[in-house]
């Protein structure tokens, strides 16, 4: 995997998670920030922080990109989504516009 074709999401602690840039399109924030004309950092770097989104948060949601595209693939599978993370996941999804 070339570094173009990955994008570095950083969490609130720090925690960088490097994807696809494929799976990281499914949020049209982050797909805004990284397509954006202008010379933003994001768009430059190829990475977004995300100082409001913890850790654990963050690694749901990169989970949940990489879903999506099987299930838009035709890959029907569940999401599995622990109840204590419920509030956090759908305040991020929210943000995240997934």
Same mark, same amino acid.
């Given at each position: 995997m070339n570094k173009e074709d990955t994008v570095k999401l950083i969490s609130?602690?720090? %925690?960088? %998670? @490097? =994807? !696809? $840039? #494929?799976?990281? *399109? @499914? +949020? /049209?924030?982050? $797909?805004?920030m990284l397509? +954006?004309?202008g010379? %933003?950092?994001?768009?430059e770097h190829r990475e @977004?922080? %995300?100082?409001? =989104? +913890?850790?654990?948060i963050l690694e #749901? =949601?990169? /989970?949940y990109f990489y879903w999506s595209l099987q299930y838009? +693939?035709?890959k029907e599978t569940e999401f599995h989504i622990e109840p204590e993370l419920t509030l !956090?996941? *759908? *305040?991020?999804?929210?943000y995240l516009h997934t």
């Amino acid at each position: 995997m070339n570094k173009e074709d990955t994008v570095k999401l950083i969490s609130a602690e720090g %925690f960088e %998670f @490097v =994807i !696809d $840039r #494929k799976a990281a *399109m @499914v +949020s /049209q924030t982050i $797909r805004n920030m990284l397509t +954006s004309p202008g010379g %933003f950092a994001e768009t430059e770097h190829r990475e @977004v922080t %995300f100082p409001e =989104i +913890s850790t654990t948060i963050l690694e #749901k =949601i990169c /989970q949940y990109f990489y879903w999506s595209l099987q299930y838009a +693939s035709g890959k029907e599978t569940e999401f599995h989504i622990e109840p204590e993370l419920t509030l !956090d996941l *759908m *305040m991020a999804a929210n943000y995240l516009h997934t």
